[in-house]
């Protein structure tokens, strides 16, 4: 069974011997039936794999989590996307083992969503060879979904509703991203008045792997991303972003009320 900071997280992991992997409030109710007879009986009933589950997507137990301390003006993660249990393309025949009648194998993690999103990357950059990687960024992220197949907000492993900082901007939409009328742009080089703002000049040179003199920076909420936060209670600001036509779009805060995400 899960420990409890794993919650409903269910991974797929292979077993020394034959075993079926619980969540943790499950567990504790096997665990207190065990208790409550001195012959527990269990049956294992194999129902195949659930489509249509009205809680998916759900944020993992072992997602990334945000804020990013160093730059908390901007939100983290960007995205989420699928990486539990994914039917990876790795054939088992690469192994050699005769002891099974699987064909491909089943793998977990960060590590799994990564070439998830990549490969959604590489759609839509076929379609939009023009896009640069921040404007495909800012696709993916203005249209990444905020509700599960029940039509409810994303939960987390705890089947709580997730908060920003679990699920970014969403759950990553392709079909969305292909088609959209909005893009917030950035060039590599205007990374470099924002890294100034966070780092020395020194610190900077390394990172872009050229000489960098922090004579100007900006605020990290200048930075034109698709998305921004704020802290509650702040003073009065004007986030200002700029489309992939050039035409300025202001976001107003007055400090009544917060945008987490544009």
């Known amino acids: 069974m899960n420990e409890e ?16 992997h619980i969540s943790f409030i499950d567990g504790l109710k096997i665990k207190a ?29 072992l997602s990334s989590r945000g804020p990013f301390p160093e730059s908390p ?14 039917l990876a393309a790795w054939p088992t025949s690469v192994e050699n083992n005769t002891n099974t009648k699987s064909t491909f194998n089943i793998f977990s993690g960060t590590s799994m969503s ?9 759609l839509i950059k076929s379609a939009h060879p023009e896009w640069s990687p921040a404007a495909i960024k ?15 907000p994303i939960e987390d492993e705890r089947g709580l509703r997730a908060d920003f900082f679990a699920t970014g901007a969403g759950h990553v939409n392709p079909l969305r991203a292909n088609d959209l009328g909005l893009i917030y742009d950035i060039q590599p080089n205007d990374y470099i008045p924002y890294l100034c703002g966070l780092y020395p000049s020194r ?26 936060t704020i ?27 917060a945008t987490p995400r544009s």
């Not at 049956?43 to 195949?48: A, C, R, V």
């Not at 990564?114 to 590489?122: A, E, I, M, N, R």
């Open 138 to 152: 800012s696709a993916i992220m203005t249209t990444a979904d905020l509700m599960n197949l029940g039509n409810n």
């Open 231 to 257: 802290k509650l209670g702040s003073d009065f600001q004007v986030y200002t972003r700029t489309d992939q036509c050039g035409r300025a779009r202001l976001i107003l805060y007055s400090g009544d009320c």
């Open 33 to 61: 039936y065990i208790n409550t007879t001195s012959t527990p009986v269990a049956s294992f009933l194999f129902k195949g794999t659930i489509f249509g589950d009205d809680h998916a997507p759900a944020v993992a137990a």
């Open 203 to 228: 610190a900077v040179s390394l990172i872009v792997l050229k000489e960098v003199n922090c004579s100007s920076t900006i605020p990290e909420a200048e930075l034109n991303y698709p998305s921004f």
């Open 73 to 86: 003006g901007i939100l983290k993660p960007d995205i989420i996307g699928p990486g539990i249990s994914i």
């Open 114 to 122: 990564c070439p998830h999103l990549s490969g959604v990357l590489t």
């Open 5 to 20: 900071p794993q919650g409903f997280t269910i991974v797929t992991v292979p077993h020394v011997l034959p075993a079926a």
